[in-house]
Structures are given as C-alpha cells and as structure tokens.
C-alpha cells in the first residue's frame, strides 16, 4: 500500500538513495533538508515528480507534516562536519528528534531513528551485539555526535513508552556508495578521490584500525524491512566484513589503477580501534542480510566518483 513518508536529511548521501526506493516502491516523499551536507544534485532526478516533495528546513525548528511514516536522517555524519559546530551536532540530534517525535505523536506516524555503530564508542566487545551499552567518552570531540545519537535513542524510547509512538532504531555502521559528498572526510571517499587524483593516501594513525563497510542499497533494504517490522529494539544494520584502513586503501588502489602512496598521519582523538556489526538479530528479526561485498561495492562507488570529478 503506497504511503504519505517524510524523509529528513533526504537529500544527504544515504536520504537521497531512500527517497529514491520509495519512490520506486510506489510511496509519496516529503524530503526534508537545511543542505548542511546535503545537496540538490543528489535529488535532482526526483524535482519535479508529483510523489516528491523537497522542503528546505532545519529540523531544529518545529514542523508538522501528514504522513504515515518518517525515516529520521537528518544530521551530519563525517567526523570532519560533525565536528565544525559540535553545539549545533547536538542541538540537531536531541531538539531535531524532539521535534519529530512530536510531529510523530501528533499525526500518529511511525519514526525510524537513523543511529549509528558510535554508540557502541571504542568498544570492548567485539563484534557488537545491540546488548552492549558501549564505551563511548562523554567529552571528547565525537562526543556531540555519539552522545547525541545516544540521546536520540533515549528520546525515541522514551516516546514509545510514555505516549505510545511507534519507533524503530537502526544502528547504521560505516556505509558508502555513490553520492558521497568529495569533501566529505571520510574514509572511502576520501580514499578514493585520493586514488583518482593520484594524490597521497592519508592513512591516520598505522591503518590497522577496522571498519565493516556496508554498501548503501543493503542498508536501504534494512530501513524498509525494519520499518515494516514489529522489531521495536534498536537493529544492526551494517556489513560483518571487517577491513583495517590499509587494506581499504590497496583495493581502492587496485580498483582505480591509481600510483597513489601512502601518508601517514596522526590518528584522530578517541578514533574507535576495531568496529564490527553481529547482525544476528537483523538477520533473525527481519531476514536481512547484506548481499554487496565491498570489492563490488567499492567498484559502483568509484565509477560515480570518476564520472563527476574524473581520473
Ligand atoms: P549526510 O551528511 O550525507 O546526510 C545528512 C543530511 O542531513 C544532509 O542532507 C544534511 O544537509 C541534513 N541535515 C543535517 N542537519 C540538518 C538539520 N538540522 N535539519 C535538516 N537537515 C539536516 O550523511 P549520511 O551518511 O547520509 O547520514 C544520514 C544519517 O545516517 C545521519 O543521521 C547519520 O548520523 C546516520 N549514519 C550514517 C552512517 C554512514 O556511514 N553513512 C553511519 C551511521 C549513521
Ligand atoms: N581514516 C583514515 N584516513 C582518512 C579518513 C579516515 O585513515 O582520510 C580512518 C579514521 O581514522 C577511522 C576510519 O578511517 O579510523 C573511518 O573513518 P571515518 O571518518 O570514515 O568514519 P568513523 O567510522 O571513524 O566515524
């Protein structure tokens, strides 16, 4: 049955590929976005349809739209811009939630809250299993982000118990694909414009750190089939394949052909050392699993980064 669905943060890397499902999927969008990361370049195939609807607006002032569902993606996502305004991070995770979550119990829609792996911190247990409380520095520069999503779910939870609004919490480990902003710092685009300028590759720290990197159709899949479930406890929704930073750069070197050497450079306070999804309940709870290896993956993704920027 089509729906009526609001998408905030719609027209950043993961919203655009969103609003772009469920539209295929035959649903109308309101995609909602201040372009603090997000672009109109990555919507531009949807401006202009009579399912979609694109409204500029900060989450952090209230709004009201009538819709049967909203996924809740606005907020920045890379480190290097989360970090520029670390006060606005926060205001846009907890008043930002809020705010949908009124919206939410005042239009009877049901929320999926966009979290993420970072609530789990540097963890010590490996991989993580959404029991774990995590392990995350309540002060330190990834706080506003990782104590903000820690809040988000709070708020979301809390909703559910003292109003009854339906939510769904997806803890989204690290995802690419194309779309990801050139400058937007983090790890596979950075690596791969570096390969395609042939550029030096800057690996922070020694490069032994490990990330799962989850390819971007897979986790819209798992939005969809988390929304549709009865699963009202925060899922898992990234790729098990684990990769440290140097490995990330020789397939990205492989697959571009690219000279590129490699630079080191320091590695950021508080960066996690080993991040690992059990995706045991997302695949138990809501038949999902992901079906992109990275290699794959990895070669979508400098395709689309060569037809925009070259190399
Ligand atoms: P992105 O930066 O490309 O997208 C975020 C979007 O939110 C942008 O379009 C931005 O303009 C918009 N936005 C930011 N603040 C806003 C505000 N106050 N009001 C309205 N719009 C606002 O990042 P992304 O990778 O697409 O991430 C989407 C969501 O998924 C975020 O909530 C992020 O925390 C979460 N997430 C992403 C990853 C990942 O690896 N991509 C991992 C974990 C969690
Ligand atoms: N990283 C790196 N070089 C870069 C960007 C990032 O080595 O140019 C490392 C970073 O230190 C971290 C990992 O890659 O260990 C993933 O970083 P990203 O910012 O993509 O996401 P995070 O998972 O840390 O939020």
């Given at each position: 049955m089509a729906k009526r669905i609001l998408v905030t943060g719609g027209a950043g890397f993961v919203g655009s590929h969103l609003c772009e499902r469920l539209i295929a999927e035959g649903n109308e969008v309101v995609c909602l976005d201040n372009f603090f990361t997000g672009r109109r370049a990555n919507i531009d195939k949807l401006?202009?349809?009579?399912?979609f609807e694109l409204v500029r607006h900060d989450i952090c002032d209230r709004t009201t739209f009538e819709v049967e569902e909203i996924y809740h993606l606005a907020c920045p996502a890379s480190p290097v811009h989360y970090q520029k305004n670390p006060v606005r991070t926060i205001r846009t995770c907890v008043q930002g939630t809020l705010n949908v979550l009124d919206m939410a119990r005042e239009v009877g829609a049901r929320v999926l809250i966009a979290s993420?792996?970072?609530?789990?911190?540097?963890?010590?247990?490996?991989?993580?299993?959404?029991e774990y409380w995590g392990n995350v520095?309540?002060?330190?520069?990834?706080a506003c982000y990782d104590e903000g999503k820690r809040c988000a779910e709070a708020l979301a939870v809390s909703y559910a118990r003292q109003y009854g609004v339906g939510v769904r919490i997806a803890r989204i480990f690290n995802t690419y694909g194309?779309?990801?902003?050139?400058?937007?710092?983090r790890v596979v685009s950075n690596f791969v414009v570096q390969c395609l300028r042939n550029k030096p590759i800057t690996i922070f720290g020694e490069g032994k750190q490990t990330r799962s990197f989850c390819y971007v159709d897979d986790l819209v899949e798992g939005f969809l089939r988390l929304m549709a479930s009865d699963v009202d406890v925060p899922v898992n929704l990234g790729n098990p394949g684990e990769f440290t930073m140097i490995e990330l750069a020789e397939l990205t070197k492989e697959l571009t052909g690219s000279k590129s050497a490699f630079v080191y450079e320091p590695l950021p306070?508080?960066?996690?050392?080993r991040r690992k999804p059990d995706i045991t309940r997302a695949v138990e709870r809501l038949g999902w699993k992901p079906t992109i290896a990275l290699r794959d993956g990895l070669g979508r993704t400098v395709a689309d980064f060569r037809a925009r920027i070259g190399g």
């Open positions: 401006i202009g349809r009579h399912d993420t792996s970072e609530v789990y911190g540097d963890p010590h247990m490996h991989p993580q299993r959404e520095n309540p002060i330190g520069p990834r194309p779309r990801m902003h050139e400058s937007d710092g306070v508080d960066d996690p050392v």
